[in-house]
């Protein structure tokens, strides 16, 4: 299931229907329609949104600096 909250209020904005089987998460986010909804407005994902518009945490990796973009 995925569910759109803010982060301020804390009340759900949007909520997608369940999506069968073992869908990723990234075809279900633009199956589901919120990618629309959420146009112009900052999303947070996991790893499975890059390349998606959605800011995406990342770690340092071992033995790596951490990359820091301009």
Do not use: F
């Amino acid at each position: 299931m995925q569910v759109i909250v803010d982060a301020d209020t804390r009340l759900v904005i949007a909520a997608a229907r369940l999506v069968p089987g073992t869908t990723a998460d990234a075809h279900a986010w633009r199956a589901s329609g919120l990618s629309e909804h959420c146009q112009g407005v900052t999303v947070l994902g996991d790893g499975a949104y890059l390349n998606y518009g959605m800011a995406v945490p990342h770690r340092k990796r071992p033995g790596r600096p951490l990359h820091v973009p301009p």
